[in-house]
């Protein structure tokens, strides 16, 4: 929903930049168009549509570093699964059944819902899209919503069909990625990039192919890596041999990755998505997390699978933390034999994994992740005046570890309300929820096929 004014003055504000301006105990945030133009004690705009935000923590909007937004209509469906029951169940299951409809409304519901719960920038990992119509359907829905999205173009994992080569021996569809990109340069809120299979899941001949691909292209290359032995156990070697690793690359999960090869792709500037909550419950094993903070770097975060847990990515922040937390006290404890006498991690580094590491991610670093004049006015506002919150006394583990979607009050996107006073702007959610529970209910059904 577009204010009708050419500037929003934000007002009262306790404003936490994570930029180098650093916290703002009391101010104002000045927006003009889609950009931070001014973040100040006081800010005296006149021809600015001003919003009382005293009582509020503003903070950047959060940054859902990887999410498979088509599983949306099977909430909870997995959540008791591990790792080798969801490929079973779901890759070579359920995702069979899905129509590229399917695929719309819950790439539609799962933005929404992203959006309600502060997230403004979705990283959508789209890996059930067999054909050019799951692709369209899907990044409609992204542009619908109105969050900002890049849009990860996978493949699908079926069993292997009598006379077709398994998923595993087909190189990404180049052809197809470049027709996405042909139709949507542009777009102010989404971008195309490649979710691929990577070494652990290919053939050698296909990482290199897909590797290729993404850099002659200019596409961020996300790939999972962990869950059971690797197709090609050396492939990482030969991709760098050939000259395909770089900062481009991003590796969510990263279980499998020795501690070798976790400090070389350091070196090479890769990126890490760690999704905590998901692997800790399916059996991946311990986000490295503290791997990456050993070696000076840190993890993006993302949800990862809604058929498993929420969407909320203050959660995803504060298990995250928990469970390294917990690691490294139990570490300190064998070695010295008492607990730490101060945490290894703050709710401030924690807070970041959802901000600036999942900007750095995406590339985006300039544009989002943080609160800074010249940056997109990507934001959300935390009503720090409710219940579960008072008193504050450190605005930044407030937001990490007491806010929760009841105080999420309102959230911009490039200068534009998409929720305001608790409630979503400019949908309608009831024909979209019905259409949702249709979709889930009629692909739930191919469990007892």
Not at 85 to 90: A, G
Not at 243 to 271: K, P, T
Not at 318 to 343: F, H, K, M, W
């Amino acid at each position: 929903m577009a204010s009708t004014f050419a500037r929003i003055l934000i007002r009262g504000a306790t404003i936490i930049t994570m930029d180098v301006q650093g916290d703002v105990p009391e101010g104002d945030i000045l927006v003009t168009g889609d950009t931070l133009t001014e973040i100040a004690p006081r800010i005296h705009a006149d021809d600015a549509q001003v919003v009382d935000a005293s009582g509020y923590i503003i903070i950047p909007g959060l940054i859902n570093a990887h999410m498979h937004t088509w599983q949306t209509a099977l909430r909870g469906l997995a959540a008791n699964w591990t790792l080798l029951e969801y490929f079973r169940k779901m890759h070579a299951g359920l995702a069979t059944v899905f129509t590229p409809d399917d695929l719309h409304i819950a790439t539609l519901v799962g933005s929404l819902n992203q959006l309600n719960c502060g997230t403004t920038t979705l990283a959508d990992w789209c890996h059930n899209n067999p054909t050019p119509a799951h692709n369209d359907a899907a990044i409609a829905a992204l542009l619908a919503s109105g969050i900002r999205a890049a849009f990860f173009h996978g493949t699908p994992k079926p069993d292997p069909q009598p006379g077709q080569a398994p998923f595993w021996e087909v190189p990404h569809p180049r052809a197809e990625i470049e027709r996405l990109l042909k139709a949507h340069q542009g777009q102010p809120l989404l971008s195309v990039q490649a979710a691929l299979l990577g070494p652990h899941y290919s053939t050698l001949e296909v990482a290199l192919h897909d590797f290729a691909m993404a850099k002659d292209l200019g596409l961020i290359a996300s790939l999972h890596q962990g869950g059971g032995p690797a197709r090609t156990p050396d492939g990482w070697r030969k991709l760098e041999a050939a000259g395909l690793l770089g900062e481009h690359v991003n590796i969510v999960h990263g279980h499998a990755l020795s501690d070798m090869q976790l400090q070389r792709f350091c070196e090479l500037g890769m990126s890490f998505s760690a999704a905590a909550e998901s692997e800790m419950s399916q059996g991946h094993g311990h986000p490295i997390t503290g791997r990456l903070r050993a070696l000076g770097r840190a993890p993006s975060l993302g949800v990862d699978l809604e058929s498993v847990m929420s969407g909320d990515m203050l959660s995803q922040a504060r298990i995250a933390l928990g469970i390294q937390r917990s690691l490294d006290n139990v570490a300190y404890r064998e070695t010295c034999g008492s607990i730490p006498s101060t945490s290894t991690i703050t709710t401030r580094e924690a807070l970041s994994w959802v901000t600036v590491e999942g900007a750095r991610m995406l590339g985006q670093q300039s544009g989002i992740g943080s609160l800074a004049a010249g940056k997109q006015a990507d934001l959300v506002m935390v009503r720090a005046s409710d219940l579960n919150m008072q008193p504050v006394h450190d605005p930044v583990s407030s937001v990490v570890m007491q806010t929760s979607l009841a105080n999420i009050d309102s959230v911009m996107v490039a200068g534009r309300w998409k929720k305001r006073h608790g409630q979503l702007l400019g949908v309608d959610l009831q024909p979209h929820l019905a259409a949702l529970q249709v979709s889930g209910q009629k692909i739930a059904k191919a469990l007892s096929l």
